[in-house]
């Protein structure tokens, strides 16, 4: 686990806010300002299409639609095992409303997340473009690609982006500003998608009048092997160069020009042009391949510079652009050419220099009174804090990426007999989605998506659409989606090998579903025109089949002993190193459970997750008029059940912590201490290990943080009962979960606050502040401060 230590030590650097966080807590404060906060009572959503349930696909560890434990693989007639055979109904990015102008719109972007700079089309086989750069590290030069939260680069991220063809990025360095901007334009262009132009500024961060040398690196892959043409001007810039062109099925011919306005002035005296061209599958080491081409170079001829030379039929080229930190150099790619064509040079003015300047001080403008329009903005926000929440969105929206591969699903190898993997390849799928952590987590995580959304479709609904069908499109006949996607190469290289593995018998939180009941919501409350609302409208009667399925996955596989009970399954009940294990498929990782898993356990926050469920799935049936649609489950009755309050405090409440719990077989008297081992070879070594000295038993476990508001954050409490009080007080308690800064996730006053799980596994769920609870929280607060109860002006308070 020393890998996610790593990375949750990352992410949560990324995400988290911490004690001297102040831009993520003026981050979520202006997001609560502007989001509105939504009903739960008046969830909602949608029609039915009756899906067939065909019988002869049968599994193990997998859950029919129908009711009923199936078995993996289905009987010999079957031509793939049920666990990677995609649910039976049409896709919802077939629908209109995702083809023709929309699609060819989006063609575009900057969908490379994982990289500090790239742009790539949605496509599995895409002309792909990208950003490097040479830094000096302990006197040794390093590349910037792929993105790190590296402490020497101060900070990076989008300033402005608006999810479609515009954006703006800035860098910061220890001595110099990178600010890269993306534009697209389908003004005179023939190539499907159209063109787009990069500009890149470099500037000098200190306080000198030195220009120094920067070694700037552009270059260009064709993934699907197509041949690419290297320029004749490559060499020798001149005021517009060729850089390269080549032909492909999508865009037809094209090329991409370098130039800048200063070429015939100061810019020409500084800077210098080399290249190098590769032939290979793999862009994933392209910055490795390209400091081994330097380091030759350097071992010749002293200066660091690419060889100028290419491999037969290269596929990729790399441009070395090395200028001053006072320069500006436009890229522009032009699509579609043909032969008849006279007006290149304008398409391509358009694009660069003065033109281009306009065009991106034109797409600002827009930004920001969209920015503005979109959040019913005050007057009385002060800069910084518009700063801020322009950097949420665009972050937000400028992480958004495309991939595209098949992820692996774990199977037991006793039943792949012919195999000695212990996975399946599920079938080749695509997806478009926002991510999580561009340094970190730059593929698609399940429920952090629900999250995403909740801004998004405030700003796009059409891309919040798509991408829940994206992600609604990925599930299997049994209504299983897989958590976490890593797709495609790229993906892959961001994580080790053994955590890669998706299993089939856990889940996510359904947090999709508080998008669709924001929706609806937003429908009621006519946020949406016409044609939007009736997009949606479309897009909810064909989702219903795939939510009605995954309904019933997570009723049928997630479901504990006792009815209205649920656990999270995917817990490890046999683990030597995990002070308490993990719950990796509840979204909170590391925040603790019983110590002991079992099938007796009940998770709160899994029961909540299943009335928002069953209560968004009812209310879909009442809008849409359809409550007479044969469905898997009686939505209407099960939520009554899960939000019925006295089971639950029956269930969950304690009366001696005023709060609600985790139910299962617990003991508090679980440590980690040091033993020694004997290894390979009978070497002996130390490790940390777990030991329990107590005897577990049933009980309600004792850790108060985020699982012991999720009744408060879905409204389950009456207005009126002393357990709201009671609520109230504990998130106002200093000594409990309160800060300056947010609610903590797990309380001090627990005997595992701020604990290591591992020897490497730092806390991650267990005192860090997460801004998708506080907002949850914040929002029940603004609801329930609205509800006539004795302690609605407590709320306001």
Known sequence: MGYYNDQFQARRRSLVVGQNSKVHLLCLVFLLSFLSFTDHSHSSTLLNLLYSNNETH????????????????????QSSPRVITPFPSPKLTDLPMFQDDHKESLYWGTYRPQVYFGVRARTPKSLVAGLMWLVTKDGKPVMRHFCENSEDLKSFGWREHNGRDFGRQE???????????????KEGSHGYGGDWSIRINVKNMLNDEENRTVHLFFYLADEGGNGVNLGKDVLGLKESSVLASGSRQDVGNWQMHLKSELCSSLLQNHLETHYCGFKTPDIVNLSDLVQQNLAVQEGKSGRLQLSDTSEDSSNIYVFQISTTTQSTIDVAFVSGIREETSNMEKRIMSLTGSLLSSLLADKHIAFNAKFKDCFNLSEKLDPETLVVGKAAIGNMLGGIGYFYGQSKIHVPRSDLAKSEDDFLLYWPAELYTAVPSRPVFPRGFLWDEGFHQL???RWDVHITLEIVGNWLDLMNIDGWIPREQILGDEALSKIPK?????????GNPPTLLLVIRDLIDGIRAEKFNEVERDEILSFLDRAFVRLDAWFKWFNTSQIGKEKGSYYWHGRDNITTKQLNPQSLSSGLDDYPRASHPNEDERH?????????????????????GKKDILVTEDYSSIAKLLSDFTLLNQMHYDDDHGAYLDFGNHT???????KEVTGVDDHLS????????????LRLVPHIGYV?????????IPADSPILDKQLDLISNRSIVWSDYGLLSLAKTSSLYMKYNTEDEAPYWRGAIWMNMNYMILSSLHHYSKVDGPYSSKERG
């Not at 012991?708 to 389950?716: G, L």
């Open 604 to 624: 709160v926050d899994l029961r909540c997750w299943m009335y928002l469920a069953a209560d968004c799935m009812n209310s879909i049936q009442e809008f849409m």
């Open 686 to 697: 130390r490790e940390l290990v777990r030991e329990t000295f107590g005897r577990p038993e």
């Open 58 to 77: 049968m599994m193990t560890t997998g859950f029919s639609p129908s009711g009923g434990i199936k078995p993996l693989f289905g009987d010999e007639s």
């Open 455 to 457: 801004l998004i479709w």
């Open 498 to 506: 053994q955590y890669v593995v998706q299993y089939p018998s856990n």
């Open 171 to 185: 860098l910061l360095e220890q001595d110099m500003i990178l600010e890269t901007s993306f534009v697209k334009s």
């Open 668 to 674: 508090e008297d679980v440590r980690l201490i040091w």
């Open 708 to 716: 012991s508001f999720f009744p408060f954050m879905f409204r389950i």
